[in-house]
């Protein structure tokens, strides 16, 4: 059953598998065709996302356990509609004591029957960098001691977490008197540290930098069996009709997993009276810029992200650019670019948060170039330097090759990573940059086991790279305008024309028109209506420059206590999240707006490194950006900036709610499958976890359903609501015209012909034409409606001579 559309449930104790239930029949009048879930299988206790996952052979008991799954998809089965899951197959949580495989790995070390289901270094003791202090302060300080109660005496730190001992230490743990402590550590299979030693001394491979996260050897067939047993299962039986596959560029062989996953789930028969197949696959992977995802992996698509980064660069005026760029610099003081910006989080990351998986790295490659004679001169230092100065410039996440070949793809990739590193390279290293290449490509000298196991170190470590050090470092340094800076977005370029849009959507429905389409997501830096408001400001940066000017006067001397970068993108923050309906005499609104904020300030903070961290939290800084913000939004204290932020949110608002509708057109009409994340069927203002993770109200939803303008009016969606309750009721009356559908550019003629795109959806004699309008701000300002006057566009028509001015007279979207 191919899906129609989602929408994407964040499933946790409190929002259980019996909430979405009640609300199938919502979703079904909404046009959903398949609940999307995040992870279903066992999670650490309270884990509010499900990502941490402890056992992934049976559903999560906190959600309902598999008799309220099982209830849930009979209600979805019942409408016609089905289920799609999420899966970890890179990492499971180690946190907490509830993973039993990790526990027996602590219990029997090497000798565990799951000591090879994750990624560890056995040539010495498994590190569990745990302790808040080296580890003789901690023994000293008595945090560490030995509970000999119950079934198995156990380790216990802070007198709360457990640590298993090995079965021959348990007598010695109850015998009177106690063990040696010291000795009793001494003889684990682990060594216990301090928590700092996990960058440079971690001998096992995690989540990006997360300790709390263990990758999975997915790649054994064991534990492939193992973690896949109970998807497997629920899709034999008809449960489920489709995975998304979280962080693919995590393992170690991506497309190797991805079709060994579609051969075993096209081979499994599913009962009678549930859709036949072939089950939905998507793969969350972000796609550097100009990289396009192989079309040979047995995949349907990616879950989106390339999409979100596609509409919403179309949204925004090129013109912006420059001044934007150059306000950022003027206001912030910081005069980089976002090349710079990326190089520089790129060197920090490196020498900060993976000095140890960086070694492993550099010693793989040293053991494969002493084993060729071609390459046996190249010293650990040489090769240490040309690794350092190719992930400081890689363009991509990573690359796909095993050691022996590479796919064709890669080498666009190893080119550019020649030519970029060649500025950074010593006189004479050149070469050295050349054999690590070679070698990626599976063509360098020396032993073919040890190319693999080097090719695998260097792409497992390239990816997390890339994640931590552009979207969590860079993308909090660099605040030209905050809209163009979210996951899987190139933060470098600031819009996207027609044109390519048009090239980028035509390739969609070639190669992936089952893929998934999204705009917002649980892990997006800002909701899709904070973007689509931001945006309005690369068509009017004069307008945002005179008005960021006064704010920042306004604020006083606080302001002049937080750097003005920070002040720079709070401003553009306030903005962007204004809460529809929010006054600026409206103190209780005004409180709470105040502490998402705070919130998001703090994360922002921490994330750039650069005024505080999560390392190292500096307190007194993060305290008068805290002052700042609870005075800019005390009615009381600032009224007259209150007063100034409201009337301007008021003054852009028929532009926003342009291109709130849109991005959601686009969404639901271009070739793809269109996913709704919960609530964003309103106006979605939300800023980065958890504010994007907030309870929905879904009372209201169901409410401005049959009322949307009523329930719902102006910026708050209603009619974004409505909307996509149109557009999916279309999807739902011919679904392959959506589905398989060709895309073929519609072309615009006239004096207002680069404010229109326009497209045709075709399938045999069906065919439906599409056509929004782009960039309209300066005809819109001042007011709330979304369409400019019919007087405006002038000429402007498409090729078949229908005037734009009748098509979007009421409207910015047509659809017809």
Known sequence: MTPRASYRFQFHRDFTFADAEALVPYLDRLGISHVYASPVTTARSGSTHGYDVVDATRINPELGGEEGLRSLVAALRAR?????????????????????????????????????????????????????????????????????????????????????????DHAAARAEGGADLSELLARQHYQIAWWRTADDDLNWRRFFTITELAGLRIEDEAVFEATHALYFRLYAEGLIDGVRIDHVDGLTDPAGYCRTLRQRLDAIGRPAGVPQGPAYVVIEKILGPGEALATDWGVDGTSGYDFMEQASALLHAPDGEKPLAELWWDFSGRELDFHEEELAARQDMLDWAFDGQMEACVTAFTALAASGDESSGLTRAMLRRAIRRMLWVFPVYRTYGDGQSAPAEDARVRETVRRRAARFTPPGEAMVVDHVLAWLAGEGPGDPGLAATAVQRFQQLSAPIAAKSVEDTAFYRYGALLSRADVGFDAARFSMPVAEFHQAMVARARDFPRAMLATATHDHKRGEDVRARLAVLSEIPDAWRERITRWDRLAGDRALQVDPADRSMLFQTLFGAWSPGLAAGDRAGLTAFAGRIIAWQQKALREAKLRSSWEAPDEAYEAACEKLVLHLLDPARAADFLADIEAFVAHTAGATRANMLVQTALRCTVPGMPDLYQGCELADFSLVDPDNRRPVDYGLRQAALDDPEKSAPGLQGGGKLALIRDLLERRRANPALFAEGGYEPVGVQGVRAGHVLAFRRSLGAESVTCVVMLRCAEALLGGEKCVPDSAWWQDTALDDGRPVAELLAESPVFIG
Do not use: T
């Open 80 to 168: 016609g509609m089905g289920l799609i899951i999420d899966i970890v197959p890179n990492h499971m949580g180690v946190a907490g004591g509830g993973n039993a495989w990790w526990n027996d790995v602590l219990r029997n070390g090497p000798e565990s029957r799951y000591a090879n289901f994750f990624g560890i270094d056995w040539s010495r003791k498994l590190l569990l960098p745990l302790l808040g202090a080296p580890l003789p302060q901690a023994l000293a300080a008595g945090d560490i001691g030995i509970d000999a109660d119950g079934d198995e005496p156990a380790l216990v730190l802070y007198g709360e977490q457990r640590l298993p001992l090995r079965p021959e």
